[in-house]
């Protein structure tokens, strides 16, 4: 089974759809630490006039210092879903797909979430049904893991790879100089790297920006496009541990 484990992130780019299709088994990793000014909480769409990237973020009610990831909660006041249906204005007189993808967002931020986490999460995976992404998504705190001691930032994907059996753990590619393969071929488990592609495409400007939000690639290149962007990726195996 191959398994990769990832923070819920708010309207992700490109690749961490990519990772998701490369495994069987994907967790978001919802134990973690708050940080404010992270992809948690915010992520870039395009401002065509301006040529150049701005940020969406959902409302908060202001976490306490050190809070974690599932204690964030939303605000009660929904208008900055209608701030973020707003700012994708800048697409609908110029992105092909403008009105298929603002279906679906609109699908998307029609229920009512209490925490940052469980939106993150619920949204990555309507977005994943649309792109016919079908996997086992769960999260972290689903389970009861138990450790000796918390493991290190470059150990929780081991170890929950080694506790729920899996024989690959696919890992982002930031990862890949920190995280030995070592552990994992003690325990008969290969390490791989997502090597993501993000190419080319018409965003409508002279120079592309790479990275943006998954919304940016849906309103450009729509639905059944995207379900081939996703699928352009390799993966690269670390081994000998190194």
């Not at 630490?33 to 409302?59: C, D």
Request: proline content about 6%.
């Amino acid at each position: 089974m191959k398994l990769a484990v990832m923070q819920p992130y708010f309207f992700p780019y490109l690749g961490y759809f990519q990772l998701i299709h490369s495994v069987e088994h994907f967790m978001f990793f919802d134990d973690v630490q708050y940080l404010r000014k992270s992809w948690m909480s915010r992520n870039r769409l395009l401002s065509i006039e301006k040529k150049a990237p701005f940020y969406i973020r959902p409302e908060l009610i202001k976490p306490p210092y050190q809070t974690l990831l599932p204690e964030v909660k939303l605000s009660t006041d929904e208008r900055w879903k209608l701030k973020l249906l707003e700012q994708t204005n800048t697409y609908k007189n110029i992105a092909p797909f403008y009105d298929e993808v603002r279906m679906l967002l609109e699908k998307i931020l029609t229920p009512k979430y209490t925490f940052l986490s469980e939106f993150n999460i619920q949204s990555t995976i309507a977005i994943c049904d649309a792109l016919t992404l079908t996997k086992k998504f769960d999260k972290y705190s689903d389970y009861e893991f138990w450790f000796n001691e918390k493991p290190g930032p470059a150990e929780w994907g081991y170890f929950i790879a080694k506790e729920l059996s899996a024989s690959q753990y696919i890992n982002a590619p930031g990862g890949e100089e920190f995280i030995t393969s070592k552990p994992f071929q003690k325990a008969g488990i290969e390490l791989g790297f997502i090597q993501p592609n993000l190419s080319f495409y018409d965003q409508s400007i002279e120079n592309f920006i790479p990275g943006l939000s998954i919304l940016d690639v849906l309103f450009f290149n729509g639905i059944k496009n995207t379900e081939r962007l996703v699928k352009q990726y390799h993966l690269k195996w670390k081994r000998d541990g190194l």
